[in-house]
């Protein structure tokens, strides 16, 4: 039975808002979940996604797992081959997993479905059908359930709901025009020709302009997808027509033979994050706050952790009744102060990154891809991302590139993407 208050109320039930629910109820906050969608997971592509362990210094699951969230992945991916059509490739095989692939959606196996059960049981109330549409006053929510405006009470709300978040536009938190990435891709079965150890990347402005495009396999599935900036794309070409090159390019072709397609994977990312993720009594949480990995477009794992912050601190609040005046306004800044101490030197970092990668015409990248080839051979690059290692290559690179072309290569894009990468924590 849904009541008319609750201490705090979460727009979304994807991932960042099953964590903030679990942890706020599991520290006696009542906990509403307003969710848009009509089931689980309903709305969220069907498909793999990755969890990246290359560049974290402690294994992802590992420190999910300490945080009670225990997540089985599909597989795990110890090597990568990097494309620069039509024939430039570099693989590289790593000593721990770079990732790991989990399901998105609606199925028991999926992680949507895995964080939505443990807020459920933790006690949250979860009403899907159930569509923020803005505030009224502070402390009351007005929503659309079943077609039908109704309203609910909160002391603090939470949220979760996505990177066009509507809680952030109307708090005025996202005033700042949404910098974003834009993928299109399938999600196959039938697909030949593919090695389920392995992830694959491909570059260049025919198919991934300022972005890359992507094969995920696992047995004979695979998630196909490329990625892109919009600002990037050339006049008049739209990203099914990146997609189709892509698709065109013979070594894709072959895998897709005989491949048929199971669902759509597309939708929008964040690069960068929002300045404040907190206003009053709202917090934002993971895709809301756009707490995206600016290179990559990761956003799991930083919805898990906001998410996780989020809730507890929310809870505290409530818990200590520190819900007026200065009382309120310290103690919530306190989770963004935790998010930006935790999160933003690392995002800023690769976002800086982000506009140099973004400057590397195709001429380029084929020589950085051969380049790389020539500098990791050797090097436990899963090391080099973690210690002060990230110096040894640059001693080798030095050592054996002769080319001062090539030297430049490597000191304007190759130095600052191991340094972008160096420090990235949790
Ligand atoms: C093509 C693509 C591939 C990706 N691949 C990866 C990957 O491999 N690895 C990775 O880590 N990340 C990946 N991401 C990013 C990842 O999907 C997101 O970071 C993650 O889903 C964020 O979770 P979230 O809970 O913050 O938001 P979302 O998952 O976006 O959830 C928001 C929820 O809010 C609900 N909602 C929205 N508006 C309202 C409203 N007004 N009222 C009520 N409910 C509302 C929605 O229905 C939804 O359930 C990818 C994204 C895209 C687009």
Do not use: C, D, W
């Given at each position: 039975m849904v009541r008319e208050n609750y201490d705090i109320v979460i727009v979304g039930f994807s991932i960042a808002g099953s964590i903030a629910a679990k942890f706020a109820v599991e520290n006696n906050a009542s906990v509403l979940v307003l969710e848009a969608k009509s089931d689980i997971g309903e709305?969220?592509?069907?498909?793999?996604?990755?969890l990246q362990n290359l560049l974290t210094k402690e294994n992802v699951l590992e420190y999910f797992k300490k945080m009670g969230i225990n997540i089985k992945p599909q597989?795990?991916?110890n090597c990568c081959k990097i494309y620069f059509p039509p024939n430039i490739m570099t693989e590289i095989a790593f000593k721990r997993p770079i990732g790991y692939s989990i399901v998105r959606g609606n199925k028991v196996n999926s992680i949507d479905n895995l964080l939505a059960y443990q807020a459920i049981n933790s006690g949250a109330d979860v009403i899907y059908k159930s569509r923020f549409?803005?505030?009224d006053g502070r402390k009351k929510i007005i929503f659309k359930h079943n077609n039908k405006i109704k309203k609910v009470r909160a002391k603090i709300i939470i949220g979760a709901d996505g990177v066009n978040s509507r809680v952030a536009k109307l708090s005025g938190l996202a005033n700042e025009p949404?910098?974003?990435?834009?993928?299109?891709?399938y999600h196959f079965t039938k697909v030949t020709d593919i090695d389920s150890g392995k992830v694959e990347g491909f570059l260049g402005q025919n198919i991934a302009p300022g972005e890359y495009a992507y094969i995920v396999p696992y047995k004979n599935e695979a998630t196909i997808v490329t990625t892109l900036r919009?600002?990037?794309m050339r006049n008049g070409m739209k990203i099914k027509d990146y997609y189709k090159n892509f698709i065109k390019l013979p070594i894709v072709q072959k895998k897709l033979k005989f491949a048929k397609k199971l669902n759509v994977v597309s939708g929008t990312v964040s690069v960068k994050p929002l300045k404040s993720i907190v206003k009053d009594n709202i917090i934002l949480v993971g895709d809301a706050a756009r707490l995206t990995e600016p290179l990559l477009g990761f956003g799991i794992k930083n919805a898990i952790l906001s998410g996780k912050i989020a809730g507890k601190t929310a809870s505290r609040i409530i818990n200590e009744d520190k819900l007026t005046g200065k009382d309120l306004e310290k103690n919530i800044i306190?989770?963004?102060k935790e998010i930006k101490s935790i999160l933003f030197k690392d995002l800023k970092k690769r976002l800086k990154f982000r506009k140099v990668y973004e400057t590397i015409n195709d001429h380029e990248m084929g020589d950085l891809i051969q380049l790389a080839k020539e500098l990791t051979a050797g090097i436990d690059l899963n090391k080099m991302f973690e210690t002060r290692?990230?110096?040894?290559?640059k001693i080798k690179a030095l050592k054996v590139l002769k080319d001062p072309y090539k030297i430049r290569l490597f000191l304007k894009y190759?130095?600052?993407a191991i340094r972008a990468n160096y420090s990235f924590r949790n």
């Open positions: 709305n969220t592509i069907k498909s793999y996604q990755g597989r795990e991916y549409i803005n505030f949404l910098v974003k990435a834009i993928g299109f891709g919009p600002h990037m306190s989770y963004e290692e990230t110096k040894s290559i190759f130095l600052p």
